[in-house]
Structure formats: structure tokens, C-alpha cells
């Protein structure tokens, strides 16, 4: 089963807009990251956030952590048609060893 | 090279065939990772392989699946007499993950899988 599930599973903004997306997860984890998809083929990764963190920011993207809540949020501002792609949240369960899990994925489209 | 590569990048086989699918990981990746990944859908986890540890096979959905990694590098996966529900993309991702320190995936372009 799914590790993490990402809602919403479909999201469709002007470019400008801002676009959040979030993730909940089930077990424990260590790490949590998000990555972008186009085409449905190689995905490439956007940030990582650790379980001791609660925010990061890396350049037009701020991800959020709430372990107490087992939820992310991946909030992308000043938003471009661009940036149009599947982004998804991957979890490592505090299972000892690096195995990832990812969830189902929240398809973005930016109009132009 | 400089990224993961998959090959092949587009296999189409009979049901009932075998087929083997080839990831080279970037050079010094400890972690390799499989995932199969259906039309529209989410990224399902396979199998995960981390130095010489015996790997995680958790995810193979049954016992026609299996994979290899030989040397520490090169990983291959096979899935035997194929079914029409196997056709998907199947991806592979490296890591470094050193000092016990999970670091990003760097992923492949993937192998389009369709059986007829």
C-alpha cells in the first residue's frame, strides 16, 4: 500500500497563482521529499526535508513538516506554465534502511 | 555516464515471454531502487537494494519478478512469463545515502514495458 497520498490529485491554476499541494503518511519517517514528473517518465528531485525540520525553502518552492499531523504541504509561488507536471511526496518509514515510498502523485496544470 | 541508464527504453513482448530490464546506477550509488509505474498512476515501490545487505523485496507483486544486483552496480530485473497487467513504465533511481544519511534518488528515463 501507499505510503503517502497527495491531495489534491488534481490541480489547474493561472500562471501567477500560487498552487499548495499536501501529502499525509501513515508510519514514522525520517525523511520526506518531493519530486516533479513530466511525461510520466524519469522524475527529478525538488527538496528534502528531515523529521527534526518544519519548513524549507528552496527558491519559488517552501515545503512544511508537521510530524504530529504525519503531513507536508509543497507550496510553489509565483506560479508558470512551466511548472506544469505530476509532483509527488516520498517517504523513508522509520524502518531502518533507505527504502522509499511514494505517494500517488498531484497532477498540476498551469494556464497560461 | 553522468545519470541513471535504463535500457531498454521501450520493450514490447507476448504474453508469456520473459523480459529483462538493465539499470546502470551512477558510479558509487550504494542504493538502487525499482518502482513500476502505471499509465496516470503513482510510483509502485519493488525492490530496494543498499550496499551488501540483503535486499528489500517487499514490493515484487509475485514470484515471476525478481532482480539482481552484480557488484554492487549493475541491477537487472526480470519478470517471467509476462502478463498483459505488467505493461508500465518501470523505473530505476540510485542514491548515495552516505554515512547512514538518506540523500535524494536520481532516477532513470525508464523502460516502457507493453505485452500483448
Known amino acids: 500500500s501507499q505510503q503517502g497520498e497527495e491531495d489534491p490529485q488534481a490541480l489547474s491554476i493561472q500562471e501567477g497563482e500560487n498552487a499548495t499541494m499536501n501529502c499525509s503518511y501513515k508510519?514514522?519517517?525520517?525523511?520526506l521529499q518531493w519530486y516533479r514528473q513530466n511525461s510520466g517518465r524519469g522524475l527529478v528531485h525538488l527538496i528534502l526535508i528531515r523529521s527534526n525540520e518544519r519548513e524549507k525553502h528552496s527558491g519559488r518552492l517552501r515545503v512544511t513538516l508537521d510530524t504530529s499531523k504525519k503531513s507536508s504541504s509543497l507550496l510553489i509561488t509565483a506560479s508558470r506554465a512551466a511548472d506544469t507536471a505530476s509532483y509527488f511526496c516520498a517517504t523513508d518509514p522509520n524502518t531502518g534502511g533507505f527504502k522509499t515510498i511514494f505517494g500517488a502523485g498531484t497532477r498540476l496544470f498551469v494556464k497560461a | 555516464g553522468a545519470g541513471v541508464s535504463q535500457s531498454p527504453s521501450n520493450k514490447v513482448t507476448e504474453k508469456g515471454k520473459d523480459v529483462e530490464l538493465r539499470c546502470d546506477p551512477i558510479?558509487?550509488?550504494?542504493?538502487l531502487y525499482w518502482y513500476r509505474q502505471s499509465l496516470g498512476q503513482g510510483l509502485e515501490f519493488l525492490i530496494y537494494f543498499q550496499g551488501n545487505s540483503a535486499p528489500d523485496k517487499s514490493g515484487l507483486p509475485s514470484d515471476r519478478f525478481s532482480a539482481e544486483r552484480t557488484g554492487g552496480s549493475v541491477s537487472t530485473l526480470t519478470i517471467q512469463r509476462t502478463q498483459q497487467e505488467d505493461s508500465a513504465v518501470y523505473l530505476c533511481a540510485s542514491s548515495s545515502s552516505l554515512a547512514g544519511v538518506l540523500a535524494e534518488l536520481f532516477f532513470g528515463e525508464g523502460s516502457r514495458l507493453t505485452v500483448l
Open positions: 558510479s558509487g550509488h550504494t542504493a
Open positions: 508510519t514514522s519517517i525520517n525523511n
